[in-house]
């Protein structure tokens, strides 16, 4: 398949952009709803929400 766009079909770039921020989204939805649930006490308090505002 081709790099670019055709009249056709989408390029590689197209679809990696395309899946790229699908997981992102997915993922920043996952993490969001999981690091609300930390306790004051777990490693991951802090660095999940800068995770999450970093990627977001
Ligand atoms: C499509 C999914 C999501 C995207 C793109 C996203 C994006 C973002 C962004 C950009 C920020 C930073 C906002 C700022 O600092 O002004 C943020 C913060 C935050 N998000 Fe999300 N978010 C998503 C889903 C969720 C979900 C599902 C939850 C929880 C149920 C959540 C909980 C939070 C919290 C608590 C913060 C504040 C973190 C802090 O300030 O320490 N997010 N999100």
């Known amino acids: 398949m081709q790099l670019r766009n055709s009249s056709s079909r989408y390029g590689w770039i197209s679809m990696f952009l395309h899946w ?3 997981l ?8 969001g709803l ?15 929400p800068d995770l ?3 990627i977001g």
């Open 34 to 48: 999981w690091m609300v649930g930390l306790d004051y006490y777990s490693t991951w308090r802090k660095d999940a």
């Open 20 to 22: 790229g921020v699908a």
């Open 24 to 31: 992102a989204v997915f993922g920043l939805f996952a993490l």
């Open 52 to 54: 999450h505002k970093s």
